[in-house]
């Protein structure tokens, strides 16, 4: 098989590439609607969304909806969300935002990027992530996974992760952006890491501007 010519080409064989290897992929961060998903991308920020699997059940527990979240005592939210880091920063988003869904959005989520992102806490990464996977929206959540391997596999040169959203965008059709971040995380996760990616074990690798095998491997 040819090696796709342009950033395009390459993107759409990933796309069918990985739909291959992830045909069901899932957010990995524990959620049971948007709200819930969308505190733990909050919380998930310079954090694994393992530690954020173990606080949030208890969190939830205490605080399901907007409405409980917007009346909590900040000490309380603190204590909860501690073993996620810089907790104090990000119980002031958590309440700040769930303050401004009561007071904005009747304690419900929007769709809209715009209203997401006005929302403490919320950029438009965390803002793909509950448009993509609990509200069934178009959206490309660019994380550092997603950054990462769409430069190395050559869909972009851009290090602004906006402007690769927004490159992207542009290669595949809206319906597969959600599920292409879904698994381009995996992948990254699992075989492509960030110090040390496992070529050799790569179903992209004869397509991969980066692979690290010799020449006489491939």
Do not use: W
């Amino acid at each position: 098989m040819g090696k796709p010519r342009t950033a395009k080409g390459r993107a759409r064989e990933v796309a069918v590439r990985l739909t291959t290897a992830y045909p069901e992929p899932e957010c990995e961060l524990e959620h049971r609607n948007a709200f819930e998903l969308l505190v733990a991308t909050i919380l998930s920020a310079q954090s694994t969304d393992v530690n954020v699997n173990k606080v949030t059940p208890a969190l939830f527990a205490r605080f399901p909806t907007a409405h409980d979240l917007a009346h909590a005592d900040p000490a309380e939210v603190e204590q909860l969300v501690f073993a996620t880091g810089f907790y104090k920063a990000k119980t002031r988003s958590v309440l700040g935002m769930a303050n401004r869904l009561v007071e904005h959005y009747h304690g419900e989520v929007p769709g809209a990027m715009a209203d997401l992102v006005s929302l403490p806490g919320v950029g438009r990464k965390t803002a793909n992530v509950v448009r993509s996977v609990a509200l069934g929206l178009t959206g490309l959540p660019v994380d550092t996974h997603v950054l990462r391997l769409s430069q190395r596999l050559g869909i972009t040169t851009e290090t602004d992760p906006v402007k690769v959203e927004r490159e992207i965008n542009a290669m595949l059709p809206a319906r597969d952006l959600g599920k292409f971040s879904l698994r381009l995380i995996l992948h990254g996760r699992r075989v492509c890491g960030a110090r040390k990616p496992n070529c050799a074990s790569c179903l992209l690798e004869d397509v991969c501007p980066a692979s690290e095998l010799p020449r006489y491997v491939r």
